[in-house]
């Protein structure tokens, strides 16, 4: 899941409050406290944790801290690369930066109201794609931006592309003035920032022969391009009316209406007839075989809808033979359809060495063949017993259940222990969203109550908000553990399933009173 800032800790003028201090730190020393702000280094006012992290790399340092509403000026040497032992509430200090496109396939509008803020932060922060690996589309950049950029060296930067031709990319960011994508990630190579790429792929839409042209334009641009991650488009049934899909039109036009509108958003319509369309944008089009309007209505008019089996293979089609290719012509594969197509499909998942260093395992490209990989290593150093007779229940997506199959058969042959595959249907957000990662808490206890007591439930690690302790519907672990009856431990990859396992084997005859195990061991 990506970083999702708390607009209540983020206010220009505020300054970068700390969260904690590393005892024994220079922090610590000066007496620095949570709660604490961190206003300027070196005269210099902070806007986030890079500012502060650049301006930190000097021996002599003059720190103005606020201290319950009183600024004190500090004067330290100290070692170029002391931070002080400082951890920020947030990352960013003055504002975020947010976004003003309107993509059809955006999740935010296809989630109903009532859940919390940070889920409807419709963020597109350049220094989030820094920091966290947050995709952006780099159309919200102004000049300053762009000088801070080249002056800290803010990269790698991971950025959403979705096409490459010009229409077609200002019809998925549902705005007719979009910039150059592929000018301004050759600027960001100029500057010595290597870039990340994602194709968010609409059956229909961007696949096909415009994914192919995709794929070409952004492989000529090795070796700023590092990797092109292809993603499924994920819909929920708020994007349907009934069993119908909305066109790409009406998925646009949510963000129009008063109910998504916010200070960012773009007020020109890109049906409306004066909109700005960026004048290159219309030479590129003009010699094509129809212009701009044209190509509009064509396009979206087509229902935005999940992918199919033959579909998704489709797509892994046209990837392998770039991959080839690039790997002949630069030494890397660069191109990357992520895990669902493959589960989509049918089709076993790639080898390891294919992901050369899995760039973007985040973003799920990879991630199944690093737990299989995993998997297979770490499966014979499990425990042959657990000290009692245990029932675990294990839940996951309905898409993730075939590749948990053989860890659930294992766990099995250990004595003592039995455990229950549960896939989860997810009528939250409808039957269509089959990943863990958009489980809510009410979908899977309404799921493993069904299957009788248990003497402990695993839950996917990714169901959980960045922090490990939320689901999307506000769920905490210690909730469901209570609706259910039974501790319940959070896993992602086999090193935390093990440690779980071992636990049980470690246990006395005395039960303890609904624990909670949490193990959230972060893979790179």
């Known amino acids: ?13 505020n300054g970068g409050v700390i969260q904690a201090v590393a005892p024994g730190s220079t922090g610590a020393r000066l007496g620095l406290q949570p709660g604490d702000a961190i206003v300027q280094v070196n005269g210099l006012t902070m806007r986030d944790v890079i500012d502060f992290r650049f301006a930190m790399t000097e021996e002599q340092t003059e720190l103005v801290v606020r201290q319950e509403g009183v600024e004190r000026t500090f004067q330290i040497t100290k070692e170029l690369d002391d931070m002080l032992g400082l951890d920020f509430i947030e990352p ?25 803020k940070t889920l409807y932060l419709k963020d597109d922060d350049y220094r989030l794609s820094f920091l966290y690996g947050n995709f952006v589309t780099l159309t919200n950049l102004n000049d300053d931006d762009w000088r801070r950029i080249e002056e800290q060296r803010l990269g790698p930067m991971y950025v959403s592309v979705h096409a490459t031709d010009r229409t077609l990319r200002a019809i998925l960011l549902g705005k007719p003035d979009v910039p150059d994508v592929l000018g301004q990630i050759r600027r960001l190579g100029e500057l010595g920032i290597d870039v990340h790429t994602q194709v968010v792929a609409c059956p229909q839409v961007n696949d096909g022969a415009a994914l192919a042209q995709t794929i070409h334009e952004l492989g000529q641009l090795y070796p700023v391009v590092q990797s092109i991650a292809v993603v499924p488009v994920g819909l929920t049934r708020y994007r349907f009316e009934g069993k119908k899909p909305q066109t790409i039109k009406a998925a646009i036009r949510v963000h129009e209406t008063p109910e998504w509108i916010d200070t960012n958003w773009e007020r020109q319509s890109i049906w ?8 290159e944008l219309l030479q590129a089009v003009s010699e094509g075989d129809l212009g701009f309007c044209a ?8 229902e935005l809808r999940p992918y199919r089996s033959d579909e998704a293979a489709a797509v892994i089609d046209i990837c392998e033979p770039f991959q080839g290719y690039f790997t002949a012509e630069h030494g890397s594969v660069l191109v990357y359809p992520s895990d669902e197509f493959y589960l989509l499909a049918g089709r076993e998942q790639p080898q390891g060495a294919l992901y050369e260093g899995y760039d973007q395992l985040e973003n799920g490209v990879g991630l199944v063949r690093q737990f299989q990989d995993d998997w297979a290593e770490i499966a014979p150093t499990l425990p042959r017993q657990v000290d009692r007779p245990t029932r675990m229940l294990l839940a996951c997506g309905t898409l993730a259940a075939p590749v948990l199959q053989p860890v659930v058969e294992r766990l099995s042959q250990i004595e003592n222990l039995t455990v229950q595959l549960c896939p989860v249907s997810n009528t939250f957000f409808g039957e ?3 990943v863990s990662g958009l489980l809510t808490g009410g ?3 309404a799921e493993l109550l069904k299957h009788g007591p248990a003497d402990l439930v695993m839950l996917p690690k990714v169901m959980f908000d960045h922090g490990g302790t939320r689901t999307i519907d506000e769920w905490t672990v210690e909730r469901i553990a209570a609706e259910l009856g039974a501790p319940v431990a959070i896993a992602r990859m086999p090193d935390e399933i093990r440690r779980v396992i071992r636990q049980l084997s470690r246990q006395r005859a005395t039960r303890p009173r609904q624990p909670t195990y949490s193990v959230s061991s972060r893979s790179q």
């Not at 059809?104 to 009532?114: I, N």
């Open 295 to 302: 190509r509009l209505g064509a396009t979206t008019d087509v």
């Open 92 to 116: 960013l200090f003055d504002r975020l930066r947010t976004c003003n496109n309107k993509c059809p396939f955006c999740f935010l509008t296809q989630m109903p109201k009532g859940f919390r």
């Open 432 to 434: 269509m969203v089959t």
């Open 443 to 445: 979908d899977v206890v």
């Open 1 to 13: 899941m990506e970083y999702q800032p708390n607009l209540s800790n983020i206010k220009a003028g």
């Open 272 to 279: 409306q007839e004066d909109a700005p369309v960026a004048t």
